[in-house]
């Protein structure tokens, strides 16, 4: 009796084991043929979503509610395949685990088989790029987008390197395998498979080799600037891709052959990725084809061979192809939206204090200010975080050229609204439309063209204050290049004028420096116009000085407030009478009384 249960309990068993294996096959299996690459898994997760978008619901017989389900989700698939291609992180997230269900559901594929595809359990047949994206995703599983810089610190990867009489920033090849071999890393099946779908996801929808490491809090990431060889072999297979370039001692290589490899903007320093290239050429215009693409600013054309815009996270983006450039380039800057950061987490050197409360009291005070520099000395970090001195009761308008300075994420509670131009209105226009919208504060963002700096010295007359930046190395040349931009587009003939105009339209210059990652401030300079300078009491002296101003090509003279001098900041000229009175004037309570005692003591230790 027991023998005849305990069989019939076997037999049920095994059919109720056969019908789940049959409607796993039916349901959930993904029939795959040949062996598992990354080519194959691409190809396996592109039918998925192909059935998904071109299947017809109302051929299944479901009722409403059911049909209606699965067309908003082939929607929302849709949309999501659309936007994790323009930088969209939740799109990318969300296509990622869709993906993951996918590859988790090939035929053939388990614990095993995943380590054919990437040999996870053999450190000697992983690939530098294999190494660097583990390493990767478990400093980002640890810290999140902090990720890249923990392991940069961790092992100082971002020191400069010198061979002989050259200096340069790179992470090479033997670094990522000490400190893979360092890190003494243990992966799980289900870390395994989340690092294969993030490979299958860059090459299949994300930007190649550049994805991972472009959501991490970096300065920006480059590709496409600098020369590699490409054998025949490497130019139709990853693998001897690798093998073709883990190392070439040639400093001469044809700039024609192939532009492919990577380069980071990590704390000012520029570094090269000498382990880390694209595959291929078509791999790399795949990416610039791509990156550049939110909101749909145009097309990259032989005739058109740039692009400038902004992605979805408010990096910028700028992309050139043939025959603007030698060959196919993208450059990414990002941005990080800055909400609390202490004005002290930048200005650290000796005296900062001093600095840190002179640039409250000019922008309380209601100065216009530009912040000049080069390119990552930390201008448009500082602009954003000057921002929070500005009194609530001001209105800000903002005009850009790209979304980079995202002042309505930083300061949700301001009153502030960003604008910029579209090939169908001019930047003149919004400048016109914006002088209606009762703004007080206007900020340019980068005054990068003539056509800005005119529209610099046009709100300068008209805003209680205005910030900018720009590149210029010295005030002189900045106040020449508003002049110039004055002469070229804003209808002067007279230099002389066209140049009170420009030392008119800003009056302090502070300016930052990078000097091999060190960002800071090297001088805060003002500007005082001659016409602002009162004339001497005495006739004769005015006579005088009335005419060598009309005669005198020099229109303007600066003071040097602030200048950083042997590791700290020192205070040297102050402000001219005019200036302080304005800061005064403008000042309220007890910034008034600090700003007014700090003079007081400046002048008797100077008198002294």
Not at 49 to 74: A, G, P
Not at 229 to 242: M, R, T, V
Not at 285 to 308: F, K
Request: hydrophobic fraction near 35%; glycine fraction near 6%; aromatic fraction near 10%.
């Amino acid at each position: 009796m027991i023998l005849n249960f305990l069989l019939i309990l076997l037999l049920c068993t095994g059919l109720i084991l056969i019908a789940i294996y049959q409607f796993r096959n039916e349901n959930t299996i993904i029939e795959h043929a040949g062996e598992l690459t990354i080519d194959s898994l691409i190809t396996a997760v592109d039918e998925v979503f192909e059935d998904i978008l071109s299947k017809d619901f109302r051929d299944l017989n479901l009722n409403q509610t059911e049909t209606d389900k699965r067309e908003n989700i082939r929607k929302l698939i849709r949309r999501n395949l659309k936007e994790c291609t323009v930088g969209d992180e939740n799109a990318k997230e969300y296509i990622k685990d869709y993906m993951e269900e996918i590859i988790r559901a090939i035929e053939g594929l388990n614990e095993n088989t995943i380590n054919n595809i990437i040999p996870f359990d053999i450190p000697s047949r992983l690939k530098p790029q294999d190494k660097f994206e583990i390493l990767l995703y478990i400093y980002k599983e640890r810290y999140g987008k902090e990720g890249f810089h923990k392991l940069t610190q961790n092992y100082n990867l971002d020191v400069l390197k010198e061979n002989g009489e050259e200096s340069y920033y790179a992470i090479t090849r033997e670094e990522v395998e000490r400190v893979y071999y360092e890190e003494g890393i243990y992966l799980s099946s289900e870390d395994k498979i989340k690092i294969l779908t993030q490979r299958v996801y860059q090459q299949y929808r994300g930007f190649g080799v550049i994805d991972a490491i472009r959501e991490m809090k970096i300065d920006g990431i480059s590709g496409g600037v600098s020369s590699g060889i490409l054998s025949e072999k490497a130019e139709n297979s990853l693998d001897g891709f690798y093998e073709a370039t883990y190392f070439t001692g040639d400093k001469n290589i044809p700039a024609d052959k192939s532009l492919l490899d990577i380069w980071v903007f990590y704390q000012g320093r520029t570094i090269r990725l000498e382990f880390l290239r694209f595959p291929s050429e078509k791999e790399l215009i795949r990416v610039c084809r791509n990156i550049y693409r939110n909101n749909n600013p145009g097309l990259l054309s032989e005739t058109r061979g740039y692009m400038v815009n902004d992605m979805k996270d408010g990096s910028r983006v700028v992309v050139f192809r043939p025959p603007v450039a030698a060959g196919w380039a993208f450059f990414v800057r990002k941005h990080d939206v800055i909400t609390s950061m202490d004005i002290k987490g930048i200005i650290t050197e000796e005296g900062g204090d001093m600095v840190i409360s002179l640039l409250r009291w000019m922008v309380k005070g209601c100065l216009s200010l530009v912040i000049t520099g080069e390119m990552g000395s930390g201008k448009t970090t500082l602009l954003k975080i000057l921002v929070q001195y500005i009194e609530e009761i001001y209105p800000i308008r903002v005009y850009e050229q790209v979304y980079e300075l995202n002042l309505n994420k930083a300061y949700p509670q301001r009153n502030i609204l960003s604008l910029r131009e579209s090939p169908a209105v001019s930047g003149q226009e919004i400048l016109n439309t914006m002088k209606k919208t009762d703004g007080t504060v206007l900020i340019l963002g980068e005054v990068a063209s003539h056509d800005a700096a005119n529209y610099l010295v046009e709100i300068s007359q008209i805003s209680k204050m205005t910030l900018c930046s720009h590149h210029a190395e010295t005030t002189e040349d900045f106040v020449a290049y508003l002049k110039i931009a004055q002469l070229r587009a804003g209808g002067f003939h007279n230099e002389g004028l066209a140049e009170y105009q420009a030392a008119g339209a800003v009056s302090i210059d502070i300016h930052m420096e990078n000097r091999n990652g060190h960002r800071y401030i090297s001088r805060i300079t003002e500007i005082v116009p001659y016409y602002r300078r009162e004339l001497p009491q005495s006739l004769v002296e005015a006579t005088r000085e009335y005419y060598r101003r009309r005669t005198s090509p020099v229109t303007y003279e600066t003071r040097e407030i602030i200048a950083y001098q042997d590791g700290k900041y020192v205070y040297h000229q102050g402000f001219s009478p005019n200036t302080a009175k304005h800061i005064g004037d403008n000042l309220t309570g007890k910034d008034r009384e600090e700003f007014l005692y700090f003079l007081k003591q400046k002048k008797e230790v100077h008198h002294e």
